[in-house]
């Protein structure tokens, strides 16, 4: 048959589409989990005695923190904890003192006698649910205060640490660790705030039963055992369906932002991905579903099983009471108020198991936040108070770095000066110490031998916020920052801000057309993913951040690769404004495009951490077995 014939059938005939090849099935996403997880497996490790021993510490750290932020709210949580136990203690007594009359055969004369015990009853449970509704309130109050101070603290200690210290092997686990331990924390005062209340309710019960009498205490027990050793075997099941499904669910959140944000849609319709990651999302899903599912047998099991035992044994206690009360060991009312007593203990109890294994649990991960805290307070180099000013040349004696738990230097002792008024070209392959000689340069990290100087002035000794108030940097990687296009320029400036100045910052970078066209001009928020906001191309970026270190008019201007996502003619604009600039200030660009280097009053080649050449480009290019000339030939290759 020819494709004529195939493709138009005789008159009459219906017309076949071509069948479609079948889509291929996308293969099965790998089952993942995180092993390296600090606190896998913790509850179903820990013993009780291990639980026993962590809830303690728990509350103690959950209670310090809470006092450190408001002192007035943790005192009214505790006093009202304190009052309601206290409360539950008085009703107990006073059905105790009702029972005898309200058992006698006269109900009227009865009820005449019992009705100052039952109002005191009645009084006691209202001043308990009252002391609990304004505990509650307290800790409304006072969530938002820790949840505040804890990320408040954790943010400034990261903005603050040593840049070394996020070099050490593990930080970056640590640090997330503790991110867990301050968003929990808010969940411990809760949780702390319960499980107090059930060790104080517990408490009031025995108390007042073994008053009544000694063998009430056990009566008690026997009732409330099975229901708590069922509370413990019921979150060691939840828990481990919670760790089965953790990394799945990790996985799950970090591709589902991965599938729905703007930045890749492109990507991913155009080169059809999306039948495969629908699919691998949907595969996520059913694995979360099936393994929580999978745990709804046990949980059920276990749970019957312990109300079935509790209902044994509660009907043991109610058969020990009738025969103390029938054989004359015990009266009527008191077995009445240990009935009573029961049903509040074991309330209480359940509280205290469910909420002790999620303090355990949470517990670990305060713990990691203090933890953490206190590392990189004590990571913090101890730096001087000198301040400095402006430089009039920047010097290098010998200066080294070696990364911390490495062997090799990052950059071997180095001697330079740079002077005011030139503009420096560093120049070197990937992993020559480019941005590792930067950091010693602007103070952002100390050498681990030799000196660096402002003046006669070393690093070592100079309060660092008085050093970067002198310093412009444009990194390899600039913030995109979710704020208007006026802070974008001004960031990092604390004195007033005037248009004409920011305008003229943007106009430098040739920037001024492009934020003219926006909807709002300087008031636009940079930021497409909120509602209002407006995106900038990579090349706009950078010529923001440039704009950014030229408003700060610094004394020395660093520039990583700052025209790596720029067009032609945005590179020279910014080249030639460094060079206009220069007279009053140090000038580095770090730079892999030779032919920027060209504008450079000297050129420093980096190799393997150590300095290589230095001078004039003209010169080191011209210079036999040179890199620089090797390099420039590569790229005149290209």
């Known amino acids: 048959m020819s494709d004529t014939t195939a493709r138009f059938p005789a008159d009459g005939a219906a017309a076949v589409p071509p069948a479609r090849p079948a889509a291929p099935q996308p293969s099965v996403p790998h089952d993942l989990d995180f092993h390296g997880r600090k606190h896998r497996r913790a509850m179903d490790d820990a013993s009780l005695a291990d639980m026993a021993r962590r809830i303690p510490t728990a509350l103690v750290q959950t209670a310090r923190l809470a006092w450190s932020v408001d002192r007035r709210m943790t005192l009214t949580i505790l006093v009202c904890q304190v009052l309601s136990g ?101 969940d411990l005062a809760d949780d702390a705030k319960t ?66 944000t703007p930045d890749l849609a492109d990507e991913l319709r155009a080169n059809g991905m999306r039948p495969y990651l629908h699919s691998w999302y949907r595969v996520m899903c059913d694995r979360v579903e099936g393994r929580e599912l999978q745990g709804a047998r046990p949980y059920l099991l276990v749970t019957l099983l312990a109300a079935s035992l509790a209902g044994v044994f509660t009907l043991g206690m109610w058969a020990a009471l009738a025969a103390l009360a029938l054989s004359g060991a015990m009266s009527t009312a008191i077995a009445g108020t240990a009935i009573v007593a029961s049903q509040t203990a074991g309330r209480a109890l359940n509280s205290i198991i469910r909420y002790g294994a999620v303090m355990f649990h949470h517990g670990l991960y305060l713990h990691d936040y203090h933890e953490f805290t206190e590392e990189v307070r004590s990571m913090a180099a101890a730096r001087g108070t000198a301040q400095v000013g402006a430089p009039q040349r920047i010097r290098l004696r010998e200066a080294a770095f070696t990364y911390p738990d490495k062997d090799t230097p990052a950059l071997h002792p180095i001697t330079l000066t740079l002077n005011r008024g030139e503009v420096v070209a560093l120049v070197g392959e990937n992993g020559a110490g480019k941005s590792t000689l930067i950091r010693l340069l602007t103070g952002l990290t100390l050498p681990t031998g030799g000196t660096v100087c402002w003046d006669d002035t070393d690093l070592a000794t100079a309060d660092p916020e008085s050093v970067w108030r002198h310093v412009g940097l444009v990194p390899q990687k600039n913030g995109h920052w979710p704020l208007r296009a006026r802070e974008n320029i001004t960031l990092g400036q604390p004195r007033e801000h005037t248009d004409d100045r920011i305008w003229d910052a943007a106009e430098r970078v040739g ?128």
Not at 160 to 168: H, P, R, V
Not at 201 to 209: D, G, I, K, N, R
Not at 573 to 586: D, S, T, Y
């Open 195 to 260: 499980l107090t209340n059930g060790l104080v309710q517990l408490v009031s019960a025995a108390t007042v039963l073994t008053s009544l009498h000694p063998l009430l205490l056990g009566v008690l027990l026997l009732s409330v055992i099975p229901r708590g050793m069922g509370g413990v075997i019921a979150a060691r099941i939840d828990y481990r369906v919670h760790d089965r499904t953790i990394s799945a669910r990790n996985v799950r959140g970090m591709m589902r932002w991965w599938v729905t």
């Open 511 to 638: 920037m001024t057309r492009a934020l003219r066209k926006l909807p709002d001009q300087l008031d636009t928020l940079l930021a497409r993913s909120v509602w209002g906001g407006h995106e900038l191309s990579g090349g706009q970026w950078q010529r923001l951040a440039c704009a950014r270190a030229l408003y700060r008019e610094p004394a020395v201007l660093i520039l990583d690769e700052p025209t790596s996502q720029m067009d032609a003619r945005g590179e020279h604009l910014i080249f030639r404004e460094l060079r206009a600039m220069a007279p009053g200030r140090i000038t580095v660009v770090v730079t892999h495009r030779l032919d920027s280097a060209r504008m450079a009053d000297r050129v420093i080649v980096l190799d393997r951490g150590r300095l290589r050449e230095e001078g004039t480009f003209d010169a080191l290019v011209a210079a036999e077995d040179g890199l620089l000339r090797e390099l420039n030939a590569l790229a005149q290759d290209r």
């Open 86 to 186: 206290l409360g539950t203690a008085a009703m107990l007594t006073a059905v105790a003192e009702a029972m005898p009359h309200l058992a006698t055969s006269d109900a009227r004369t009865g009820l005449g006698k019992a009705w100052p015990a039952l109002v005191v009853a009645v009084v006691a449970m209202a001043l308990g649910a009252g002391m609990w509704i304004l505990a509650d309130w307290a800790t409304r109050r006072l969530n938002p205060r820790i949840a505040s101070a804890v990320d408040l603290t954790l943010v400034d200690l990261h903005m603050k640490a040593e840049l070394s210290a996020y070099d050490t092997e593990g930080f970056t686990d640590r640090s997330r660790a503790a991110e867990i331990g301050a968003l929990r924390a808010v």
